[in-house]
């Protein structure tokens, strides 16, 4: 923080409109880096996007991970899609430097998304990870889709429906009998990293971190078998369920990082600067987040057991 600072009252130079359009056509472009070789393109992505809040980050990698096992055969829907980025890093976009504008589209995309929020969906469809985007609320008595038609259905916020097990028969009856479901939701485990932190801080200061998480969402906080049920009452077969986040307590830093909302600040900050110097910041600020962190989300520190997840991936069919 003090050498952006430094750098950032060093640099009070202006420099003439040209320069600055020829520096701004490079910080909308790739990241070029030697020091990532090796690291996995949807992570460096993934920390791109997430530049300073790099636990974000590596978390949105982990939970994406499990798209693998996703064959996103069509019709497809990502409800709840948000502005989109997730889906969009996640089936293979890139994005610049600048961890925004996209320099390479998905080459699969989800049929459909949907989301309450008009201006995330504005986003979503610049990141063209959705061929439509429908704007629905998941606490509607109805879903606006046609009975078996999707093959593939991805959610991954579940924890803000008021009732979880009503929007879910509304998924089923929407899903085809060959269909596949993967649902992602927080546990028990989640909010007692909240109750730890609230044990040492403020509760202004834990709200601030996450004030959906803890606050509108605190009727699902369930543990592994209480999810599985409210998946079996809405009529699934239940196939798999696993861990998608690494160990909690690599999970806790994630709420003193956002509770310190440092992404915010580096925003302003920079953007008093040049779009060379940002996209100077940026490229050191990713190569040395990205290398720091790989190790929480490797292989072997993926491998949690599913009674002590943070965050679970559910499998659902017919
Ligand atoms: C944690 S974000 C996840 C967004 C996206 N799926 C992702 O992974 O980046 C939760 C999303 O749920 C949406 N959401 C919350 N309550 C909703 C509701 N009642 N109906 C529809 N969407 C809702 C929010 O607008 C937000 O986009």
């Known amino acids: 923080m003090k050498s952006l600072l430094r750098r950032v009252f060093q640099q009070n130079k202006k420099v003439d409109s040209g320069k600055e359009d020829e520096e701004r056509k490079l910080l909308q472009s790739p990241l070029v880096s030697d020091k990532l070789q090796g690291l996995p393109k949807e992570y460096i992505q993934f920390m791109t996007w997430s530049c300073f809040q790099p636990v974000s980050g590596f978390l949105n990698y982990a939970k994406t991970r499990a798209f693998a096992s996703l ?5 497809s829907i990502d409800i709840s899609c948000g502005d989109g980025s997730t889906s969009f890093i996640a089936l293979g976009g890139e994005l610049a430097v600048d961890g925004k504008t996209p320099v390479r589209f998905p080459q ?27 704007l629905h609320d998941n606490d509607a008595a109805d879903f606006p889709f046609d009975d078996g038609a999707f ?3 991805y959610h991954n916020a579940l924890y803000f429906v008021k009732d979880p097990v009503a929007f879910l028969r509304n998924v089923y009856a929407s899903m085809h009998e060959d269909g596949i479901g993967l649902f992602q939701v927080w546990t028990d485990k989640f909010y007692a990293a909240y109750d730890e932190m609230g044990e040492c801080f403020s509760s202004e200061m834990i709200h601030e971190s996450s004030p959906f998480s803890i606050t509108d969402t ?9 999810w599985e049920d409210v998946f079996l009452q ?6 798999q369920i696993e861990s998608a986040f690494p160990h909690a307590d690599i999970f806790k ?14 925003w302003r900050l920079l953007n008093e600067v040049s779009p060379r ?16 962190y790989y190790s929480c989300v490797t292989e072997e520190a993926l491998k949690v057991p599913v ?6 991936s559910i499998y659902v069919t017919k």
């Open 108 to 134: 699969t995309t989800f049929t459909h998304g949907t989301d309450y929020n008009p201006r995330s969906l504005e986003v979503a469809s610049s990141f063209r990870a959705h061929d439509a985007l429908t």
């Open 307 to 312: 009674e002590d997840a943070v965050y679970l």
């Open 218 to 226: 605190f009727h699902t906080r369930w543990d592994v078998k209480q």
């Open 253 to 266: 830093q994630n709420v003193i990082e956002r509770t310190l909302c440092l992404r915010n600040d580096y």
């Open 277 to 292: 110097t940002q996209r100077e910041i940026r490229t050191e600020w990713i190569e040395k987040q990205a290398r720091f």
């Open 151 to 153: 093959r593939t259905v």
């Open 234 to 239: 809405a009529g699934f077969k239940v196939q």
């Open 71 to 75: 064959d996103m055969t069509g019709p």
